[in-house]
């Protein structure tokens, strides 16, 4: 398979090397050489059967624009940039294009999140209050991260709140620390992930990328994690 990775940070280069190892043929585009998605031209996007974008969230919808509009498939890593997903989700549909997009490639976080929803409904009728801690390097765009905004989205629906608060914090090279709370007046229920690299974010990229080259629409990853 052919994997046009945008973004030469290091998850980007990171999982240019994993597409690499698990046998892909893999370009990578920096952002001098995209800026302004000027890279993505349609006759240079028909040479990719994946795109795999971990950049930032502006330069992600100038991508997406421009990717999709070729029907091109597309796996999109970086977060901050959801209050556009209706437009590119209908541009996906409207191109026959594929769109496959997560807050966290990671199958632990994917795994806490169900856990989570758990929590939020089990919890909430014993009068338990929420709250959510996350941390990241000090580079990290976004705060809050879409990992907590996703496990904030998970709580709230199960538990019927309006909304859970969200602690962000911006420390050194963190990989990505997030905690669940969940306390009452005589105990507290705790949940927590930490990343130690951002080796499972790639793997799952991959695999995610693997996964959407035989198929169109738009997908949510925390929806198919289980068949990737």
Known sequence: MRIL?????????????????????VNVLDAKENAGASGLTPPF?????VVIDFTTPEAAVH????????????????????????????LAERKQAGLLYGTNFSVGVQ????MAAT??????????VFSIEETHHVSKLDAP???AISLAKVVQT????????IDAKREGDVMGVHTLKAQSAWDQVVLTHEAFSRQGFAEGAVRAAEWLSSR???????????EV
């Open 216 to 226: 169109t629409g738009c997908y949510d990853f925390q929806d198919v994690y289980t």
């Open 145 to 147: 991260s879409g990992t």
């Open 158 to 165: 199960a538990a019927g709140l309006a909304r859970v608060p």
């Open 111 to 114: 795994v806490m999140l169900k």
């Open 45 to 49: 996007c028909a040479g990719f059967d």
């Open 119 to 128: 929590m939020g409904g089990e919890l909430k009728k014993a009068g338990y």
């Open 63 to 90: 991508n997406m624009r421009a990717c999709l509009a070729t029907g091109a498939k597309m796996v999109v890593g970086t977060t901050g940039w959801y209050d556009k997903l209706p437009d590119m989700r209908g």
């Open 5 to 25: 990775v945008l973004g030469a940070g290091k998850t980007g280069k990171l999982v240019a090397q994993v597409a690499a190892e698990r046998g892909h043929g």
